[in-house]
């Protein structure tokens, strides 16, 4: 797995590594949702789409985060099997944003053992590009 959870004082933190900025996104979601359940089943529930957009790329990784846990509350899934796309704003646009278009596999509530997961935090969060790829470290409160 490319995410490792992590203890944290009265939170839950994921490490997340990936080759493309994406790819870090969706191995922090999928770190997201093995810290809601600690066994997701491998098949059942429907693919669904997520796009948010903001102005920094920390930003972003916050909303699309944050745009998970939403789609969890208002669909009853536990999102699993994450995929994204990070897009960098274009520089000779004006008013340009990062984008992240993505999507999810949804599993119902009704059919894993979740644990509440309240929110993603700015708190200690890093986003960094390294020679192998990118590293995201993402706190949640539990």
Do not use: Q
Request: charged content about 25%; some cysteine.
């Amino acid at each position: 797995m490319p995410f490792e959870l992590r203890d944290h004082t009265a939170d839950v933190a994921v490490e997340a590594t990936g080759p493309t900025l994406g790819a870090a996104f969706a191995s922090v979601a999928d770190g997201m949702a093995a810290a809601m359940c600690e066994e997701v089943p491998a098949t059942g529930g429907e693919r669904f789409e997520v796009a948010v957009e903001a102005e920094s790329r920390e930003s972003l990784l916050f909303d699309y985060l944050d745009e998970l846990i939403y789609e969890r509350d208002v669909r009853s899934v536990l999102p699993v099997d994450n995929e994204a796309t990070v897009t960098a704003p274009d520089a000779d646009g004006p008013g340009s944003a990062w984008r992240c278009a993505g999507s999810y596999r949804g599993v119902p509530l009704s059919a894993v053992v979740a644990r509440d997961l309240k929110a993603v935090t700015y708190s200690e969060m890093d986003l960094s590009e390294r020679a192998e790829g990118w590293r995201a470290y993402v706190v949640f409160d539990v």
